[in-house]
């Protein structure tokens, strides 16, 4: 099993480009989120999403929009990249109600510099 | 404030030593607790689950919540090199809520 794919791995940008980080599970997991990791702040809960079309903020949701059109995808768009939003990404996904539902899946992260 | 706080560490010990790792949280709603662990330049992988208060033992770890205090451990015997990582508390309200994280201890087991 594929798991959480995150594409890209690594990507760099200027300031104000506008870019989508695309997220894909193959397990048919209803909640799936994103999360950014900075040295010494954790994870940070950008978005998430319990469900096919429905999407909710986290604690840090400025500068960032989701859909969730499908199960499987849950992309992160940067609309007018800053500086201030070099970080680590990660997507991750559960089945929450189910046996073993507490496990967050993680993707392998995708490193984003804005230059 | 910081819905889970952690002391960031780092924390260095000698092999063999038992570790204390813990979290505090300020929302009494939280029911759900869990402990991850994250290697350098990796995703984070659940490590140890507990629902409300009590323990959990799992080989060489275990967990423990009290929710009177709105407190977190996770303690580690026999501690080992391969235990060295970023260990980081979460928590949530309801099976379907968002998962919050505290920043994470980084941990170093020396040999």
């Known amino acids: 099993n594929a798991g959480v794919t995150q594409t890209p791995k690594f990507q760099v940008l200027k300031t104000g480009q506008s870019m989508t980080l695309q997220c894909a599970q193959d397990m048919n997991h209803e909640y799936m989120s994103w999360y950014r990791q900075d040295p010494g702040m954790g994870l940070r809960l950008i978005h998430y999403?319990?469900?096919?079309?429905?999407?909710d903020q986290g604690e840090v949701p400025n500068g960032y929009n989701v859909s969730r059109s499908t199960t499987e995808d849950f992309p992160l768009r940067l609309l007018s990249a800053a500086p201030s939003q070099t970080s680590v990404y990660f997507c991750?996904?559960?089945?929450?109600?189910?046996?073993?539902?507490?496990?967050?899946?993680f993707g392998s992260g995708t490193q984003l510099s804005v230059l | 404030q910081k819905e889970v706080e952690q002391d960031p560490g780092p924390l260095s010990v000698p092999e063999g030593a038992i570790v204390s790792l813990n979290c505090t949280y300020s929302?009494?709603?939280?029911?759900?607790f869990m402990w991850y662990r994250q290697y350098s330049r990796k995703g984070p992988e659940l490590l140890m689950y507990t629902y409300s208060s009590g323990n959990k033992e799992d080989g060489r770890f275990t967990a423990q919540v009290d929710k009177s205090s709105k407190y977190i451990s996770l303690f580690i015997r026999d501690s080992q090199p391969s235990d060295s990582a970023t260990y980081l508390c979460a928590t949530k309200k309801t099976s379907y809520d968002k998962v919050i994280f505290g920043p994470g201890t980084s941990l170093s087991v020396i040999p």
């Open positions: 991750a996904s559960s089945s929450p109600g189910s046996p073993g539902s507490e496990k967050l899946f």
């Open positions: 999403s319990v469900g096919a079309g429905i999407t």
């Open positions: 929302n009494s709603a939280f029911q759900y």
